[in-house]
T-cell receptor
Framework: DGGITQSPKYLFRKEGQNVTLSCEQN?????MYWYRQDPGQGLRLIYY???????QKGDIAEGYSVSREKKESFPLTVTSAQKNPTAFYLC?????????????FGPGTRLTVL | AQKITQTQPGMFVQEKEAVTLDCTYD???????LFWYKQPSSGEMIFLIY??????QNATEGRYSLNFQKARKSANLVISASQLGDSAMYFC?????????????FGTGTLLAVQP
């Protein structure tokens, strides 16, 4: 089955530690995205990538880093510089070609920093 | 600046009744798309329906329809014959075409509770 996988579903870390969230897709999509969701708020874009080895900052990139070494994979690192990392993180992807492209989402990772 | 506004933080509806979730958008671009997503308590985002800015007909997908009023810049979601499984957060989103990012801009969501 095609889709997006994110692991783990729940993640706990101590303050000051870097943590990497996994996102893998087998949909052959060109573009991948990372969003952050806080209670009572919509999704905010952290980083996105439209091709391998290239990515751009979204609206709230400070304290985060990404890589795109393979088309299928777009891991997100939450660094110690992120002041309030506890949140729900969603990865998404879509093809670039086409009239309109719904974004397909993974199941999310809930990160709690203690 | 592009923006999506959802003014209803939460709504109740009786099972089997219809409900309208409001969404207004702001963009100066002519080519854009509007999306609705459902987010159950499990967290995944489920795509429901799409409306393009040049589409003359309102989009429909099963029990979901989109009431698109371009002049008013509104794209309300109508759910007919509500079911208990419709209880979830609903997000309206917009994508502007022709730009560099192709990203989606989301509203803050509406929490729908369907009562038996």
């Amino acid at each position: 089955d095609g889709g997006i996988t994110q692991s783990p579903k729940y993640l706990f870390r101590k303050e000051g530690q870097n943590v990497t969230l996994s996102c893998e897709q087998n949909l052959n999509h060109d573009a991948m995205y990372w969003y952050r969701q806080d209670p009572g708020q919509g999704l905010r874009l952290i980083y996105y990538s439209q091709i391998v080895n290239d990515f751009q900052k979204g609206d709230i990139a400070e304290g985060y880093s990404v890589s795109r070494e393979k088309k299928e994979s777009f891991p997100l690192t939450v660094t110690s510089a992120q002041k309030n990392p506890t949140a729900f993180y969603l990865c998404a992807s879509n093809p670039l070609a086409g009239v309109y492209n719904e974004q397909f989402f993974g199941p999310g990772t809930r990160l709690t920093v203690l | 600046a592009q923006k999506i506004t959802q003014t209803q933080p939460g709504m109740f509806v009786q099972e089997k009744e219809a409900v309208t979730l409001d969404c207004t958008y702001d963009t100066s671009d002519q080519s854009y798309g509007l999306f609705w997503y459902k987010q159950p308590s499990s967290g995944e985002m489920i795509f429901l329906i799409y409306q393009g800015s040049y589409d003359e007909q309102n989009a429909t997908e099963g029990r979901y329809s989109l009431n698109f009023q371009k002049a008013r810049k509104s794209a309300n979601l109508v759910i007919s014959a509500s079911q208990l499984g419709d209880s979830a957060m609903y997000f309206c989103a917009m994508r502007v075409y022709g730009g560099a990012t192709n990203k989606l801009i989301f509203g803050t969501g509406t929490l729908l509770a369907v009562q038996p």
